[in-house]
């Protein structure tokens, strides 16, 4: 069988949370294609969330240690390269990777993979779950699929 | 990488579970409280997943001012406060396990223009969710 020789992967997942503010707008739209396309999104003053991430590593646990990636480790790389770049910040002057970007949950969530994704040493970064609110989320998932790390999804055209 | 976009709504519905072929005694059996003769209720969460290319210019897979209303219509409209065994055609003849009502929901869904369907996942309660991704030919975007 295909893979028999494969130990089964674990997943593990770390929470964290960040409030933020953003509002969409593309400059070349006019400003009743703004209006049209992005609804209240568009209010020129902005609006704020209570963003929650999800980051699921997948791996094998370390024979020494039991563990994939030790969370508190993980807890401290979401800090650094999430928290302490987007918490109570504005998306759309104050964090220079999205800057180009609407900073919509795809966008956002596509650009805290790729932050986090080279800082993942051990294990592997499987996937990223972004909500906006209870009801909206994005999944930036790894999979062979597109997966050359080379594209920068959401730049404006 | 791969980006989705996921949305959740919700409606309140009542069901029974029950298959005609089957006798009252074993009805009773297989379905157990589900079975009483005159059905129950769930508020049921339904969360959508799409995938596609983020489009640039929006930043979006789907435009929720345009996936809302689409869910709406097709499903919240047509489910919420009913009787699904009763009012729901599919149901007539199909139990309406939420099984059933997760590829029913798919079937409902997988025509919305501009991105594909790829799950239908339904809470039946916060214990229980059911979830269904189509099969190939149910899932090439429309």
Redesign the interface.
Known sequence: MKNAHMKPMIRITRKVEFSAAHFYHNPRFSAEENRRIFGKCNNPHGHGHNYVLEVTIAGEPDPETGMVLDLKELKDILQREVVDRMDHRHLNYEVPELAGKIPTCENIASVIFELLEPRITQGKLYRVRLYESADLFADCTADGIGSNGKDAPGSIK | ?????????RFAASHRLNNPKLGAEENRRLYGKCNSPYGHGHNYVVEV?LTG??E??????A???ELDPFVEKEVVEVFDHKYLNEEIAEFRNRVPTTENVAREIFRRLKNFPGAKLERVRIEETSKNSFEFRGNEAESVPA
């Not at chain 2, 640039?56 to 897979?61: R, V």
């Open positions: 990488m791969k980006v989705s976009l996921s949305r959740r709504y997943t290319p983020v640039p210019s929006t930043g979006m897979i435009n929720l001012g």
